[in-house]
């Protein structure tokens, strides 16, 4: 590793998310971060924007992995079977540790379209089966970096001098950036990281060679090489809202199927026996 050189990161690939309709009170999905991608990705095995009723994400188990959603619009009630309850609504964000397992409900109230983020970290070989936990991030309390027309709210790691008290297990940097046109704005990173820019609303040029991300487009950022230290520069020129998602990969094996994500098949086939057998605990 160079100790001191710092690289301004490039942009490596980009791709258009479409929202597509899905089934019945699922009304639209858009694979921000489609599976299947686990070493590019890594430590990210998917991120999905939902518009969704009641009724779609009804009680279903989660091992070996941490999900974390962003609710945009809408209320959504979630529950869980040790006792866990709470109600998002537009702005907060759920770090959730599904760790050794639990089974949970992700509901719009009655009547609410919620549209929202949901994406899911890998948790590494020694701490899949940690304690279940969660951390409601309120919208209010959020930390913010203000600064030269850029407003950056931190879910979690560092923006500038703002902190984000969120515990993580695999260390995530993942900011939401509204920019007036004009402004430039720079994102530090450990030169480790994977990660990407998704484009909500505007227009930005991305990046050290400038690329350009329209609404909707996902901006894949090149790695650093032996950089320990890397930066990402975003120049809006139109009014921006984007989210910058980035963390140190864990390069383990990685088996998926449905809701558990573990090492190895024999792990997963343990899952379902654990979860067949009521070691997830009871609805
Ligand atoms: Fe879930």
Same mark, same amino acid.
């Given at each position: 590793?160079?100790?001191?050189?710092?690289?301004?990161?490039? %942009?490596?690939?980009?791709?258009?998310?479409?929202?597509?309709?899905?089934?019945?009170?699922?009304?639209?999905?858009?694979?921000?971060?489609?599976?299947?991608?686990?070493?590019?990705?890594?430590?990210?095995?998917?991120?999905?924007?939902?518009?969704?009723?009641?009724?779609?994400?009804?009680?279903?188990?989660?091992?070996?992995?941490?999900?974390?959603?962003?609710?945009?619009?809408?209320?959504?009630?979630?529950?869980?079977?040790?006792?866990?309850?709470?109600?998002?609504?537009?702005?907060?964000?759920?770090?959730?540790?599904?760790?050794?397992?639990?089974?949970?409900?992700?509901?719009?109230?009655?009547?609410?379209?919620?549209?929202?983020?949901?994406?899911?970290?890998?948790?590494?070989?020694?701490?899949?089966?940690?304690?279940?936990?969660?951390?409601?991030?309120?919208?209010?309390?959020?930390?913010?970096?203000?600064?030269?027309?850029?407003?950056?709210?931190?879910?979690?790691?560092?923006?500038?001098?703002?902190?984000?008290?969120?515990?993580?297990?695999?260390?995530?940097?993942?900011?939401?950036?509204?920019?007036?046109?004009?402004?430039?704005?720079?994102?530090?990173?450990?030169?480790?990281?994977?990660?990407?820019?998704?484009?909500?609303?505007?227009?930005?040029?991305?990046?050290?060679?400038?690329?350009?991300?329209?609404?909707?487009? %996902?901006?894949?950022?090149?790695?650093?090489?032996?950089?320990?230290?890397?930066?990402?520069?975003?120049?809006?020129?139109?009014?921006?809202?984007?989210?910058? %998602?980035?963390?140190?990969?864990?390069?383990?094996?990685?088996?998926?199927?449905?809701?558990?994500?573990?090492?190895?098949?024999?792990?997963?086939?343990?899952?379902?026996?654990?979860?067949?057998?009521?070691?997830?605990?009871?609805?």
């Amino acid at each position: 590793m160079n100790e001191q050189r710092k690289v301004s990161r490039e %942009v490596s690939r980009v791709w258009e998310v479409e929202a597509r309709p899905a089934n019945g009170p699922h009304l639209r999905v858009g694979q921000v971060l489609p599976p299947g991608n686990w070493t590019e990705f890594d430590p990210f095995l998917m991120m999905a924007e939902d518009w969704f009723q009641q009724g779609t994400f009804d009680f279903h188990p989660h091992r070996g992995i941490e999900t974390v959603t962003y609710v945009l619009e809408g209320k959504l009630k979630h529950e869980d079977n040790h006792g866990g309850m709470g109600i998002l609504g537009p702005g907060d964000v759920q770090w959730m540790t599904a760790g050794r397992g639990l089974i949970h409900s992700e509901d719009p109230l009655p009547g609410e379209t919620v549209h929202s983020f949901q994406l899911w970290v890998n948790l590494p070989a020694g701490e899949k089966m940690t304690e279940p936990r969660y951390q409601d991030l309120q919208s209010a309390d959020m930390p913010i970096r203000e600064e030269n027309g850029a407003r950056i709210r931190v879910f979690s790691g560092t923006s500038g001098g703002v902190s984000a008290a969120t515990r993580n297990v695999v260390p995530v940097t993942f900011i939401e950036i509204e920019m007036d046109a004009g402004a430039t704005v720079t994102q530090q990173l450990p030169g480790s990281y994977n990660g990407f820019v998704y484009v909500m609303e505007g227009k930005a040029r991305i990046g050290a060679d400038e690329t350009e991300g329209n609404a909707r487009h %996902v901006l894949w950022l090149a790695a650093s090489g032996d950089a320990s230290d890397s930066e990402v520069t975003i120049r809006a020129d139109e009014p921006l809202r984007a989210l910058l %998602v980035a963390g140190q990969p864990l390069r383990e094996p990685v088996v998926a199927y449905g809701p558990f994500v573990m090492n190895t098949k024999e792990q997963i086939l343990q899952a379902y026996e654990d979860y067949q057998s009521g070691k997830f605990g009871k609805v």
